[in-house]
């Protein structure tokens, strides 16, 4: 389809929202306020029993004692370790030490 410069521009302009107004991505069956009742319906509609969670019971560890999650690494499988834990929107402090290259 071959469109003039003047039409492209109105067309692509449509979806362009006014300063302020944010896009709503998330919705439908997995939008985050209804999930858990979209989900417990669908295995309900489905005749799929629900999966059981089962959580362990870990103990307090000390501060300077790494954690170990209780899931394996998906590429290889070996254990995980916590390294450290930021919250959503902040830098991680924790930097690996930079690896000297010699490249000559």
Same mark, same amino acid.
Request: aromatic share 6%; net charge positive.
């Given at each position: 389809?071959?469109?003039?410069?003047?039409?492209?521009?109105?067309?692509?302009?449509?979806?362009?929202?006014?300063?302020?107004?944010?896009?709503?991505?998330?919705?439908?069956?997995?939008? @985050?306020?209804?999930?858990?009742?979209?989900?417990?319906?669908?295995?309900?509609?489905?005749?799929?029993? @629900?999966?059981?969670?089962?959580?362990?019971?870990?103990?307090?560890?000390?501060?300077?004692? /790494?954690?170990?999650? /209780?899931?394996?690494?998906?590429?290889?499988? %070996?254990?995980?370790?916590?390294?450290?834990?930021?919250?959503? %929107?902040?830098?991680?402090?924790?930097? /690996?030490?930079?690896?000297?290259?010699?490249?000559?």
């Amino acid at each position: 389809m071959k469109l003039h410069p003047h039409e492209f521009i109105r067309r692509f302009l449509i979806h362009v929202l006014p300063r302020g107004f944010h896009r709503i991505r998330h919705y439908g069956l997995f939008a @985050s306020s209804n999930r858990t009742a979209n989900i417990a319906r669908a295995r309900q509609l489905l005749g799929v029993a @629900s999966p059981v969670v089962e959580h362990e019971q870990m103990k307090a560890a000390a501060p300077d004692e /790494p954690r170990v999650l /209780p899931c394996p690494c998906p590429r290889c499988g %070996g254990r995980m370790i916590v390294i450290e834990v930021f919250a959503r %929107g902040c830098e991680p402090t924790y930097r /690996p030490t930079p690896i000297g290259i010699d490249t000559s």
